[in-house]
């Protein structure tokens, strides 16, 4: 089935820890996202891309960084984890069209202890 | 930029009709995007509207004011599935900027 696989599903990690975030998809999109789901904030965005090769800051870029190699794959690295990135990590896809919705993974549940 | 407001919660009976309102203010505007999540899950697309007017899906309507800077979701025939969070999202010019979403609106429907 066509999609966005993100790994893992959930992580518990001590602080100070280095942790990368893998987003995987199959439908050629151009663009992928990294976004991140607060109780109370809503989805924030982390960084993006919007297409192989180039990326660019979000709203909340601070302690992640992002590379994009290829089409398929947009892995989200945080490079000295903090209890305030204990979050729900959601990657997303799309198309690259001004109507282009986004289709999100299942989203990777961190918790930085 | 742009500032979405939603409200946080709403409560609706089984089998009735639900307006979930959206606001944005914002320098610049190329589309607005309505996204249903599930507890737990990950946001799915409902709907997309970038012209004023009705947009209609099923069950599922929605409505846009450019010159209001307003949308809103309509639910009609409400069912129990249905409680789930809303969210409005807008996207800034030019082309394929990302997304902007608002807080979501949970909607929670009773018997």
């Known amino acids: 089935i066509a999609g966005i696989t993100q790994a893992p599903t959930s992580q518990i990690l001590a602080a100070g820890r280095r942790m990368t975030l893998r987003c995987t998809q199959d439908m050629r999109h151009n663009a992928m996202y990294w976004y991140r789901q607060d109780l109370g904030l809503g989805l924030r965005l982390i960084h993006y891309?919007?297409?192989?090769?180039?990326?660019g800051k979000g709203e909340v870029p601070d302690g992640y960084s992002v590379s994009r190699a290829n089409t398929d794959d947009f892995p989200l690295t945080l490079a000295s984890a903090v209890p305030s990135q204990t979050s729900v990590y959601f990657c997303?896809?799309?198309?690259?069209?001004?109507?282009?919705?986004?289709?999100f993974g299942n989203g990777t549940r961190l918790t930085v202890t | 930029g742009q500032n979405i407001d939603q409200p946080t919660e709403m409560t609706a009976t089984e089998g009735a009709i639900v307006q979930i309102n959206c606001t944005y203010q914002?320098?610049?505007?190329?589309?607005l995007f309505w996204y249903q999540q599930h507890a737990g899950e990950a946001p799915t697309f409902l709907s997309y509207?970038?012209?004023?007017g009705l947009e209609e899906k099923g069950r599922f309507s929605s409505f846009l004011s450019r010159s209001k800077g307003y949308s809103y979701l309509l639910l009609k025939e409400l069912q129990m599935k249905d409680s789930a969070s809303y969210l409005c999202a807008v996207r800034d010019p030019p082309g394929n900027t990302p997304l902007v979403f608002g807080k979501g609106t949970r909607l929670s429907v009773i018997a």
């Open positions: 891309s919007n297409t192989a090769g180039t990326t």
């Open positions: 997303a896809s799309s198309a690259g069209t001004e109507s282009s919705p986004l289709h």
């Open positions: 509207n970038v012209l004023d």
């Open positions: 914002t320098s610049g505007f190329n589309g």
